[in-house]
DNA sequence: GCCCAGGAGTGCA
DNA sequence: TGCACTCATGGG
């Protein structure tokens, strides 16, 4: 199955690399990208992003291409802030995935006090571990292991995956998930939903925010790291150091596109722009 | 040896 | 409630 999009809002670089997501890589003129069991190859030709995937419903929905990005980038750049302007005009080809609820969980409770290159590492090896092993475009894979198989494997294979002190996190989350289940979280509104979050161990304000935006499509969340602190004292003037206060002051000036907003601050810092 | 990375849990005031 | 301390691991 195959479909495209106007490339101009949908850049897969700018999708991939912006810290959303871990599982993908280069391959031949673009990405394979991998989302819960299922994967998907994505490039540029011309004026179009074409899809090559097996399940074209699944990769509509997880790039969003349901949204108007032209709109959101055009909001973003009517803030008068220099940073977020040049973000967004530059990464205008960024949009946020709908992702795989339990994957992002997983994967944002690796993401704690860590970087970017070494949490890509360590879900890989926890895939290739406990994932069902698959093959797309002729060349194999693993998908995400269930909720199951990570709350059978033990902590020490979390710490010999390279999971480091996060280990019981991860050994104890899913042991919580695969007992009561992940439904019990959707439907629910964005303050809860954190609010439900912060309950599972390994998590806290920063990786629920991440969750509730990535997993759950709540849009008017804001998370707080450390590119997030710096981009407020250097682009924002702030004061505040308290990491939850600076999410609010965020969430009251961006509303409904702080998702987007955060997103376009976030890569485009780290990009330099 | 240090500091940093998409932070969070714990103990103590 | 606030706040210091600690928690693996690897790169620079």
């Known amino acids: ?68 990005y032209s709109q959101i980038v055009n909001r973003a750049k009517s803030h008068g802030v220099p940073l977020l302007s040049r973000s967004a005009d530059v990464c205008r ?7 795989n609820k339990e994957e992002m969980l997983y994967s944002f409770i690796i993401s704690q006090n860590n970087n970017i290159p070494r949490i890509k590492l360590i879900i ?31 902590v020490d294979f979390f710490t010999k995956a390279g999971c480091g002190y996060r280990d019981n996190y991860l050994a104890e989350t899913s ?20 609010k439900q979050l912060l309950t599972y161990k390994g998590v806290g304000p920063k990786v629920a925010d991440c969750v509730a935006l990535f997993g759950f499509g709540k849009r008017d969340s804001f998370p707080v790291d450390t590119w997030i602190e710096r981009i407020y004292r250097e682009d924002f003037n702030g004061a505040l150091t308290d990491r939850n206060k600076i999410t609010d002051y965020f969430l009251g000036l961006f509303g409904e596109d702080s998702g987007y907003i955060q997103q376009y601050l976030f890569y485009g810092k780290r990009e330099n722009l």
Do not use: W
């Open 93 to 99: 080809g960024l949009r946020l995935l709908n992702q």
């Open 175 to 194: 042991a919580r998930i695969l007992c009561e289940g992940i439904a019990r979280l959707e439907n629910l509104p964005t303050a809860e939903l954190k």
């Open 1 to 68: 199955m195959k479909f495209d999009y106007d490339s101009e809002y949908f850049n897969p670089q700018h999708v991939l690399e912006c810290g959303q997501t871990f599982r993908f890589h280069p391959f031949k003129d673009g990405y394979v990208v991998y989302s819960g069991d299922k994967a998907c190859y994505v490039r540029v030709e011309g004026s179009k992003t074409v899809v090559e995937c097996d399940d074209g419903d699944y990769f509509y929905e997880y790039f969003d291409l349901n949204r108007d």
């Open 124 to 154: 890989s090896r926890i895939c290739e571990g406990l994932g069902e092993k698959r093959e797309f475009l002729g060349e194999e894979y693993y998908a995400f292991p269930t909720t199951e198989k990570l709350a059978g494997a033990g």
